[in-house]
């Protein structure tokens, strides 16, 4: 039902309240995995991901009242591995004002695609220390892994074609075929 | 972009990006492991024939932070004391595979004469009195960090000196004004060059006329080593008139801010121990030049012209 047929057209897969509940039960997910969120820190991968990480870090203080989790910032283009490939998109600022030793990390994102950006952030979150455990969350898993990463909390599975594009928003999420 | 050369090369719109990408460059060097791969597998080699502490160092922890190689080229312990030409240098260091010369040398155009000899993409660290764009990038991002906004739209800027032998001067001068600041000369006349009515730039002889409206207060060094015309009388009365002495210090704006590009001259252009000043950027210029020439490498090294097929999936 969710196969984007091979035209130029942009479908709606998800509305807005639908990527609200979804980021509502990663919320709880998070919370249940880690039996609490005790120890647990959000990094928003920029720049899909860190509005994410905002509501997410929202919900889950909804939840565990008496908790703040630190929500911080990732940019990955440092960490690439396809500099020179490709035109260098403006780069967004790191921002990870706490420790993450020891922490549990949940790196954030909006579409888990290739997996080349969550190995460029693993990479990355090297450099500012080691965490206990390193967990992914995302809104959209779309295919086409090329390598060994999966995520730990995801929003939706939608299969795609290659060529697709997809958008996610707080107003839902958009896929847009793009014929070749 | 291919090459950094001049602040004209670059265009506004090349010296924006880099000073946004520096902001990015910044935050890496406070992580605390500041080093990320980015340029892993470039080659980067510093040739100068002329001294250089600040801007040799920070070009070469700017590449280490890039993960690139770095090759030192020492004039005094090389061929260039055989007899070697600049050419057959350059040539030869492209033989062993480099990806960009970061050059100084004492002749204007020399960066632009070695682009012809090589394809590697060319950094200018400062070529005669013309022009040293890293200087100049270094000294923007100090203001806009200092001031807190990104437009220096009526800045009052006031560069005093030796302009005559002064590269960091005419790269200023360009750089400061495409971002919107009033640029005043102050200097004797005889450290002024002939052609500054083409300059975008107002021109006075006496520092304490300008002090009250001056926003930025650039000193330059006193260029003693390129000096053998007489060209001022005495190092004192230099000093005297156009050095940063206490009293002077005093008559700035409480807001307004001391640069230097180093190495300063102390008892000459500076009397003041910049220590005791309250709003001195001159370690700040330092600190910067190592971000800087990190946006500078990055920008330079990590184009992505030749393929742009993988585009926005690789993005997602």
Known sequence: MNQVPNRASSKAVMSGPDVSRAISRIAHEIVERNHGAHNVVLIGLQRGGTWIADVLAERIAQIEPNLVVPNGSLDVSMHRDDIGLRPIVPGAISEIPFDINCAVVVLVDDVLYTGRTVRAALEGLNNFGRPRAVQLAVIVDRGHRELPIRPDFVGKNIPTQASDEVDVSADGVTITAVES | ?316
Request: aromatic fraction near 4%.
């Open chain 2, 1 to 316: 972009m291919k090459h950094c050369r001049s602040i004209d090369e670059l265009g506004k719109e090349g010296l924006l990006r880099l000073l946004d990408s520096t902001d990015q460059m910044a935050e890496i060097n406070r992580r605390p492991i500041p080093k990320v791969p980015a340029l892993r597998g470039k080659t980067v080699v510093s040739l100068f024939f002329e001294d250089s502490t600040r801007t040799r160092l920070s070009f070469e922890t700017a590449a280490k932070r890039l993960s690139a190689e770095t090759m030192t080229f020492s004039v005094s312990t090389s061929s260039v004391n055989k007899g070697e030409s600049l050419r057959d240098t350059v040539e030869t260091i492209t033989d062993m595979g480099v990806h960009a010369f970061v050059v100084r040398h004492k002749s204007a155009g020399v960066p632009w004469q070695i682009a012809q000899w090589t394809n590697a993409s060319i950094i200018n660290a400062g070529d005669g009195a013309h022009q040293h764009p890293t200087q100049a990038l270094v000294d923007c991002y100090t203001v806009r960090e200092a001031i807190g906004r990104h437009s220096l739209d009526g800045l009052n800027v006031t560069i005093v000196g030796d302009i005559k032998h002064s590269r960091v001067a005419r790269s200023n001068i360009a750089a400061f004004t495409m971002l919107g600041a009033r640029v005043t000369l102050v200097a004797p006349p005889t450290l002024l060059p002939p052609h500054t009515g083409q300059w975008p730039v107002q021109i006075s002889h006496s520092l304490d006329e300008v002090l009250a409206s001056t926003d930025v207060l650039y000193m330059l060094r006193l260029q003693s080593e390129r000096m053998d015309q007489g060209l001022i009388p005495h190092l004192g009365e230099y000093g005297n008139r156009f050095g940063l002495t206490d009293v002077r210090a005093q008559r700035l704006q409480s807001s307004a801010v001391v640069m230097h590009p180093g190495p300063m001259n102390r008892g000459v252009e500076m009397h003041v121990d910049p220590a005791d000043l309250p709003n001195s950027l001159i370690h700040k210029q330092v600190a910067n030049g190592v971000s800087v020439r990190m946006a500078v490498l990055f920008d330079v090294l990590a184009r992505g012209a030749e393929v742009n097929s993988l585009k926005e999936e690789v993005v997602a």
